[in-house]
């Protein structure tokens, strides 16, 4: 049998369900709600925009101020084939973002890097092929409810910032999928 487990809001109250949790409880993250957008190409020299088919404002009050519902953004990214060329802002509801729009905007939701794994049995980085899709998860829901009270359709922009003092080789990236997921934990 399930329960919903409220966030705690006490330290007290994060103990008494930490110990549980290490007891062996069983956790589920169960989506709610999903919004997918349409896959999108990025360039350098012009962000991307994703659009979600629900307005800002109600996926905004959907979460709550303080509910236990969580806004997880899952971006898949493919065609990435220098992986030291660039790194990836995300804002919400910031249509104008650019290189130059500060981590420090109430609307930056993350950032994305692309790294390559240990290195291979002849000392190179073993790198995942540019044209498989890449997935990353990030967690928005401070920044949805900060500034998601829009009547809009909710949209997220993708910045492409390349590297100080470097050439980049590659121009461009595609974005094959995102999804919005309205999620909640469960406890059974």
Known sequence: MAQRTPEPTTEQEARRIEAFLKGGAETTLEVVQTFRAEPATVDLERPGTLAF??????????LGQE?????????DLADVENVDDFFVHLFINQVEATTQTSPGDPHFAGGLAFFCQAEDQDGRLVCIPGDSPRRFLLDVT???RKVGDVDDALRVTVVLVPFPDRTAKSRTMSVTGAELNISQSVVK
């Not at 629900?54 to 959907?62: E, F, G, H, I, K």
């Not at 509910?67 to 971006?75: H, P, T």
């Open 67 to 75: 509910g236990d519902l969580r806004a997880l953004l899952a971006v």
């Open 53 to 62: 088919p629900v307005l800002s404002r109600d996926a905004s009050t959907q």
């Open 142 to 144: 401070p920044v949805l």
